[in-house]
């Protein structure tokens, strides 16, 4: 039998631990932590990585630093050098908790992305930080009433008009859930540094909780709605607003907490976190009907509660699971679309890693990158390399 881990901090949903022999493992000689979380440079990278036009990682952490809000870092693909480059939650209305997929660089280096709390109304901030050390808080959500949202979970994504695109979790349509509001999807203007109110989720909508970074095709975007205690998943909406269109899951899936990725074939997909059945998550598909196809289930041995977004690289998807495993810490794994299986390519031991809660980003030249929100030697969560 296999001892179930302490669990993570960060998870927002309970998780069963792998009890079963573990599957086949890959051989995963390219995997190396490149940094181990200590407290002053934060804790808990709950959130992705992004490649920066620089060649660096940036990321950012939910917990401690300098004000206990969480940081904003830099780190080199070979791990030698970390950089703090903020401290959340400091005086003056900061955010906090940034829980950010991925962040947004421009061009010239400045980095985008929100926070969960803090701000005007501690509802969350969308923020920005210059190569010249300048940071600024840009919005805060809430300010308005929460008509353009509250406590987004999302990074922020540039559309074909120079908008960024993001969710904010709660807030929206006052009406929905009893006040509370099902969410929003929202647009932010870096020239003007003003947000608006692209698409509010309402009640008869029957989804809540929008989460995740949406991908933009043309005038339309998809997003996925983590569901809460409903029955979540994706949905699209045209960039004006109009043309909400949920996608039909119709075998049970209840949860879903990553954003949906695009293929060169113009499918959507994604991971669903659990299901109603015996399953621990699920890898799908939507095609351009909106037809939604699940392809592979997860039974706990071979990981279970999939949170990151899925990755494309060279023919295969790559993701992360939040648990379960040889370990029950969680996976990195790979599907090859139409296989029927995953390849585990690392299991976490908590001791190199525990509860992956983001997808990977690769630097083009065959290593794959990621972060897992707690474990290693301070239990504050690492930075990883794998090379499959």
């Given at each position: ?17 792998a ?7 890959a ?5 190396k ?37 969480g940081?904003l870092?830099?780190?080199?693909t ?12 400091g005086?003056?209305?900061?955010g ?135 029955n ?33 074939n ?30 592979f ?22 993701g ?69």
């Amino acid at each position: 039998m296999i001892r179930c881990p302490r669990p993570a901090p960060y998870l927002l949903t309970g998780l069963a631990c792998a009890t079963a022999v573990a599957a086949a493992q890959a051989p995963a000689a390219g995997f190396k932590v490149l940094h181990e979380f200590r407290g002053p440079e934060g804790a808990g990278p709950v959130g992705g990585l992004t490649l920066g036009p620089d060649g660096a990682l940036y990321g950012t952490t939910v917990d401690k630093g300098a004000y206990s809000g969480g940081t904003l870092f830099r780190i080199s693909t070979d791990g030698s050098t970390l950089q703090k480059l903020h401290d959340f939650g400091g005086p003056g209305g900061d955010g906090a908790e940034p829980h950010d997929d991925t962040l947004h660089i421009a061009p010239d280096g400045t980095v985008y992305g929100t926070t969960l709390k803090g701000g005007a109304a501690d509802a969350g901030t969308l923020f920005g930080w210059r190569p010249d050390g300048a940071y600024a808080r840009f919005y805060s959500f809430g300010a308005d009433g929460g008509e353009t949202g509250r406590e987004p979970r999302s990074g922020l994504v540039r559309g074909p008009d120079g908008g960024l695109y993001g969710t904010a979790s709660i807030g929206g349509d006052r009406v929905c859930r009893s006040g509370v509001g099902c969410g929003t999807i929202f647009r932010f203007d870096p020239a003007t540094r003003t947000v608006r109110t692209v698409y509010a989720l309402r009640t008869d909508d029957l989804l809540s909780y929008p989460w995740g970074t949406p991908v933009i095709q043309g005038d339309t975007l998809a997003v996925t709605a983590h569901g809460v205690t409903d029955n979540g998943g994706p949905f699209t909406v045209r960039r004006d607003g109009r043309g909400f269109s949920p996608v039909a899951i119709g075998f049970g899936a209840t949860q879903f907490a990553a954003a949906v990725a695009r293929d060169a074939n113009g499918l959507l997909w994604g991971v669903s976190l659990n299901d109603s059945g015996d399953t621990q998550g699920t890898i799908f598909s939507v095609d351009g009907r909106g037809d939604f196809s699940p392809h592979f289930s997860f039974s706990g041995r071979d990981g279970a509660a999939p949170y990151g977004r899925l990755l494309f690289e060279g023919g295969f998807l790559y993701g992360t699971t939040a648990a379960g495993g040889k370990f029950g810490c969680g996976t990195v794994f790979r599907y090859a679309r139409g296989a029927g299986r995953v390849q585990t390519l690392h299991d976490f031991d908590c001791k190199d890693g525990n509860a992956p809660l983001a997808g990977l980003v690769s630097d083009g030249r065959g290593n794959l990158y990621g972060t897992t929100s707690a474990g290693g030697r301070f239990q504050n969560g690492t930075v990883f390399r794998i090379r499959p």
